[in-house]
């Protein structure tokens, strides 16, 4: 029969197995024929076909191929059994045995009655068991050996072959799962290697690596997965070789031989298939690897090749060759810096080289893609060492160079001073011009080492540096050197003509006396005058000759010292304009420097563990505006100043163009103090010790710090020197206006320093304009509306106050205790109280003491008398207010007088008969401009909104009780306070019938008002400056009003109220009522005044005596209010 194409496993018939109706005991015929046993089964007949045919199946494909062939020895013992069992057991297996059968040997039931009736069967029916094999009744167990031998049957057949059903069955188990085992883990393998050789290889580094890292992963696993198949196919070897080791004597059956040889095979196999994977897996990990090794080469080939490209980048704007010594020495130190920093990708770029050719020779399998960029990488190394080089060469030619120009400039310098201070007078004598002309001549020796001896051999030699600035640099240098020798060459002439000369000496010759008596002979009188006339013009004569010659002969040198005192100052101006330049350089090269060594690496990640937590998120604090700074110097005012080397004295415009920028150093000195304090919390941190010593600074970071302010101060004293000898040149305007300029900058830095430090004001300091001044004083108040003891408390008594002077307000401030060290200890200042500067008077003068002056507001309600440390700190301060106020002034005027002239020419004038409208508002407009310009007159300060003006009588000298005080306050005043529109007038000191004679220290009371101009003169006494204000005059004066004084008042336009309104007494088309408003226009002929009333829109024109008896009954100032705007 065919065996089946799907063999059955143990696993699958393990239950059917372990019924052992059928076993497989490993025992062989004598031609090696298998044995299978059916031993005494009683209930073989309840066997189902299926399981019976698959314990059949099974047993038959368990013996080799070759023992198989052969055919298989069926021993069935049914001594037991019956005979008809015996025959239905025969021809079930006949019927359905699946293998070659080679002999059947049956064991015959062993009863009497059963042996009878099988012989009867076999004789008479032995067709029934006719079978394609010889089938063998034996009737006992000795028959049964003649057939097989004793060896190869089991113990209940008589033999001696060792067999457990049970171990045979676990066996059979263990070897057919390690078979599957090993052939499950070969397909693994084959899966995976497929998989690996269908694998692309990935573009870029984190790909490759994720790919080899997951192939890694699986290799493992498939390694773990064959260790454990070793292992299991090891011990069930060991299992199979079991017998052996109990008992040395036992030998294996053929089946154990058979499953110990399947087992071997098998682990043999698995360990083929391990040491091929292994190998497949070395080469493709190899592969992999160098395809990792590759993209990191690729992508550090990018990296690097960027890094160069931005070198050479770099090197090509390297262009300039300097324009002086010290620019082309820092030209040297900068590309000797770039060249440190660039060591790091040249060093990267020839190891990567290296590395490729390393991989080369590795044998990798992109050597045709890496050789290309190795070679690449080191052409670029070689180009870009070769431009530094280059660059290098350039710049030590231009240092030759300028080194040779600066040589000759000194040379020339030096000679221009040696001509300057060779005195002049001592030249004129023979061993003074022999000794000068010596100095000359030793002078004109050492221009062989110094000197240019060839323009054109310098354009030979420079060719390659000769810009157009420097060639011309080159001819200038060059011309002031033949200059200046042919200077030398002159005064040689000019001292070998004087060495050459014999000076003789000078006497005085009396005339000789026979000249006097060739003449006629005169009266006595007359020849006495005639011999001292003789004699006089004898002895002045000669002397003047000689004097003459003389002057003659030293004119040329005269003229020379002049012109040689030129030349010494403008070399001390190059001197002042070297250092500025070479202290500049240092300057920007500092601040540089702290940028770099400190500024930039705290954002240095490798730095960041130093960093103290402290200084996190704190360089904008610690290093302020330094930056922006650095940017303005390096990139602008450097530049510029270079560009004033041959002319130092006009290096004031470049200050005065760039002033505006200079505004940056205030931010930087308000940020100080915090800087400063930063900086003592954090000093001790290793990260400045670190920067300081890769810096290799023998100062600490503080004192560059401190740098800015440093040189914002320096400048101020360069330009004193500067214009200290520049008096007599084209820029000394220039230079002292820069110089002005500069101290008001740090007048502004020191007074901004001093504004930061103000506590406790809630607005914004910056709303209060342009702070002018600030400094400390002792302040009396004077408040009318205080009690009386705390008046007198307050008038004695002064406070000390800090006073800063805005644009806008003043304000008063109390100076806190220092404390604290360096910029700490800088003091604060506690905000008290302010002062609108357009509700603000003076007094300029105090009597008693002229350091104090008046600030006073509200109509003098309140007043505070300042003193200064110093009469001139007093000056300036009142000078500056002074200034604030007539600036108010100005601008109310000119707001005035534009809606006075828009008002003009739009208003309808009336028509009286005999004189046109033209006429009569050209002869108004002549009357305010005669009023404007009338210096004596008030009106000419007053604005055409003010009201009627009483003329001011003689003032009472006493000061007014504080009963008339409270009454004259009481009553209602005119005054321009809180309008836009407000103009002031400046009462003039100088003119003694206009000032006011106060025995105390008195002003205006009102709020914006000045004191007003006297008709009459007053009593001469100490004189004293009157108040100053940018409000209007009033209209009613407060002394006035205390004086009771009544007089005719003089309208003017304006704005009012209506105090006692008369609808009855005025005209019809004119009805006003006590509180409208009305505009008093223009003042037209014949006493007409026109009026607009603002409140019902009407206008007309009214008579001057109805207009008063409108506005006012009496003389007394009740009928007026505060009703201008």
């Known amino acids: 029969m065919h065996r089946d194409i799907s063999p059955l496993c143990a696993a699958d018939i393990q239950d059917q197995l372990k019924k052992r109706f059928a076993y497989l005991s490993g025992g062989r015929g004598q031609d090696g024929s298998p044995v299978i046993t ?325 044998k990798h399998y992109a050597v045709d893609s890496i050789r290309p960029k190795c070679h690449e990488l080191q052409h670029l190394c070689e180009q870009f060492v070769a431009e530094v080089e280059r660059r290098r060469e350039l710049l030590s030619k231009s240092l030759e160079l300028h080194h040779l120009l600066e040589a000759s400039m000194k040379w020339c310098d030096q000679g221009i001073y040696l001509l300057a201070s060779q005195p002049v007078d001592k030249c004129q004598s023979q061993d003074g011009a022999e000794a000068a002309l010596q100095e000359i001549e030793k002078f004109l020796e050492t221009g062989a080492e110094n000197k240019i001896q060839e323009l054109s051999k310098i354009y030979q030699d420079y060719e390659s540096i000769l810009t157009k600035d420097l060639m011309e640099h080159v001819q200038k240098v060059f011309q002031k050197q033949e200059g200046m020798e042919e200077m030398f060459h002159r005064r040689q002439a000019s001292l070998k003509k004087l060495a050459a000369k014999q000076m ?165 000195c308000q940020n100080k103090p915090r800087s400063e304090s930063l900086w003592r919390q954090c000093s001790d941190s290793p990260f400045f010790q670190e920067c300081q010593r890769k810096l290799d600074h023998k100062l600490s970071l503080d004192s560059y710090l401190l740098k800015p302010v440093q040189r914002i101060t320096k400048y101020q004293l360069l330009l004193k020197e500067m214009l200290k000898y520049s008096r007599s040149c084209a820029g000394a305007e220039h230079l002292q206006e820069a110089l002005s300029s500069i101290l008001g900058v740090l007048k502004t830095v020191n007074d901004s320093m001093h504004l930061i430090a103000v506590t406790g004001y809630d607005g914004n300091l910056s709303e209060l304009g342009k702070l002018l001044m600030q400094g400390s004083f002792s302040v009396w108040t004077d408040h009318k509306k205080g009690h009386s003891k705390v008046k007198d408390l307050a008038r004695f008594k002064p406070m000390q106050r800090h006073l800063f002077l805005h644009e806008k307000a003043v304000l008063f401030c109390k100076r806190r205790e220092e404390s604290g060290e360096g910029y700490e200890k800088a003091p604060s200042y506690s905000y008290k109280q302010s002062l609108n500067m357009a509700a603000v008077g003076i007094t300029e003068s105090v009597k008693g003491d002229v350091r104090k002056f008046e600030i006073w507001c509200n ?19 009142v000078s500056e207010i002074r200034k604030v ?103 003039s000191p100088t003119s003694p019938d206009k000032k006011a004679k106060r025995h105390e220290v008195k002003s205006d009371p009102t709020p914006f008002g000045v004191r007003g101009w006297t008709k009459t003169s007053q009593p001469s006494e100490a004189p004293e400056d009157d108040g100053w204000s940018s409000a209007e005059e009033l209209i009613n004066s407060s002394d006035a009003e205390e004086e009771g004084r009544v007089g005719p008042r003089k309208l003017v336009p304006g704005k009012y109220t209506v105090v006692l309104g008369d609808e009855k007494g005025s005209p019809d088309a004119f009805a006003v009522r006590s509180g409208d408003v009305v505009e008093v226009v223009q003042e037209g002929d014949e006493g007409l005044w026109y009026v607009r009333n603002l409140t019902s829109s009407k206008e007309s024109w009214v008579p001057a005596s109805s207009l008063a008896s409108l506005l006012c009954t009496s003389g007394s100032a009740q009928c007026l209010s505060s009703s201008v705007w």
């Not at 160069?308 to 002086?324: C, E, M, P, R, Y």
């Open 859 to 877: 109509g003098r309600e309140e007043v505070y008398i300042v003193q200064a440390p110093t009469p001139e700190v007093k000056a300036a301060w």
């Open 885 to 987: 106020l007539t600036s108010q002034l100005q601008a109310c005027r000119e707001a005035s007088q534009h809606r006075a002239l828009e008002q003009s020419q739009s208003l309808p004038l009336p028509a009286p008969p005999g004189t046109s409208p033209s006429k009569g508002t050209t002869r108004n407009i002549k009357k305010l401009e005669e009023r404007k310009t009338d210096p004596l007159s008030l009106e000419g300060y007053v604005s055409p909104t003010s009201l009627l003006k009483p003329p001011e009588k003689g003032r009472d000298d006493s000061v007014p009780s504080s009963t008339s005080e409270s009454s004259a306050l009481s009553r209602k005043r005119f005054t321009l306070q809180g309008f836009p529109n407000l103009k002031g007038q400046k009462a």
């Open 38 to 362: 059916f031993p005494d089964y009683p209930a073989f007949s309840d066997v189902p076909d299926k399981e019976f045919q698959n314990v059949m199946t099974y047993l038959t494909s368990i013996p080799s191929l070759q023992d198989a062939g052969i055919g298989f020895i069926l021993v069935i013992d049914r001594r037991q059994d019956k005979w008809t069992s015996v025959k239905a057991s025969i021809l079930r297996i006949a019927a359905s045995f699946p293998a070659n059968l080679r002999l059947v040997l049956v064991l015959r039931p062993t009863g009497l009655l059963q042996r009878t009736l099988s012989d009867l069967a076999l004789k008479f029916n032995r067709d029934d068991f006719n079978m394609k094999v010889p089938v063998i009744m034996l009737s006992s167990v000795p028959e049964l050996h003649g057939y097989i031998d004793k060896s190869q049957l089991t113990e209940d057949l008589g033999g001696t072959l060792d067999y457990c059903h049970t171990r045979w069955l676990c066996h059979r188990t263990a070897i057919e799962g390690f078979a599957l085992m090993v052939k499950q883990t070969a397909q693994m393998l084959q899966s995976f290697g497929t998989e690996l050789a269908e694998t692309e290889l990935p573009n870029d580094v984190p790909s490759t690596n994720s790919v080899l890292c997951a192939h890694t992963e699986k290799k493992d696993k498939a390694k773990e997965d064959m260790k454990l198949a070793l292992d299991e196919g090891r011990s069930l070897l060991e299992n199979i070789r079991e017998p052996l080791g109990k008992c040395g004597e036992q030998s294996l059956n053929q089946d154990q031989l058979d499953n110990q040889t399947t087992v071997q095979r098998l682990l043999d196999q698995l360990t083929e298939t391990e040491a091929a994977f292994d190998e497949f897996w070395a080469k493709h990990e190899q592969k992999l690897r160098q395809c990792l090794q590759l993209r990191q080469f690729e992508q550090d080939f990018r990296e690097v090749k960027a890094s160069l490209d931005a070198l050479a980048q770099k090197i090509a704007t390297f262009t300039d060759v300097g324009n002086s010594r010290a620019h082309a020495e820092h030209l040297l130190k900068d590309l000797a810096s770039f060249e440190d920093k660039s060591s790091a990708s040249m060093e990267r770029a020839r190891g990567l080289s290296l590395e490729g050719e390393q991989l080369i020779d590795s």
């Open 504 to 668: 003789r000496p000078v006497q005085p010759v009396a005339p000789r006396p026979e000249a006097l008596t060739k003449s006629p002979c005169p009266s006595p009188g007359s020849r006495r005058g005639s011999e001292n006339s003789s004699e006089g013009s004898g002895l002045r004569r000669g002397p003047y000759r000689r004097a003459k010659s003389e002057m003659s002969e030293s004119r040329p040198g005269r003229s020379s010292s002049t012109g040689d005192e030129e030349e010494g100052l403008a070399i001390l101006r190059r001197h002042v304009m070297n250092e500025l330049l070479d202290t500049e350089r240092v300057y920007v090269e500092e601040l540089l420097c702290v940028l770099e060594g400190y500024a930039a690496e705290l954002d240095n990640p490798l730095m960041a563990h130093l960093v103290s937590p402290g200084l996190q998120n704190k360089k904008d604090v610690l290093f302020g505006n330094m930056e922006e700074i650095y940017h303005f110097h390096n990139r602008i005012f450097l530049r510029e100043l270079e560009g004033y080397t041959d002319c130092p004295e006009l290096v004031g415009r470049c200050f005065l163009e760039r002033m505006e920028e200079f505004q940056i150093y205030e931010k930087y």
